[in-house]
């Protein structure tokens, strides 16, 4: 885990978080793409965090219209989400209300 310390285009806070989840055997929320592949190179398992959102709702905790309106929430606010991504999330979304 060395060499996550040495990152110089990792910010503390990923380098923390995959270290721990590197130590613990745990699966890291990160929406990042080099975050993510650097994760995948150390055999790190992520998620993202319209993967949680889709989770909350397949387990019932929140109803459909609650993720849409977080997804696009999280939009308004920054969060980057590639069209087709958005799209992709939209679809699922409308496959679990059905």
Partial sequence: ?????QNTQLSDAAIAV???AAS???VVVMDGTYG???AA???ITTR???YLIL????RDIIHVDEARTAIDAMIDEGWYCAPNVYAAIIRKLDSLEN
């Fill in 55 to 58: 989770l909350l709702v397949k």
């Fill in 1 to 5: 885990m060395s060499r996550l310390q």
């Fill in 18 to 20: 995959l270290t721990c």
């Fill in 24 to 26: 613990n055997d745990c």
């Fill in 48 to 50: 993202g965090t319209a």
């Fill in 41 to 43: 190179a150390e055999g």
């Fill in 36 to 38: 993510r592949d650097v």
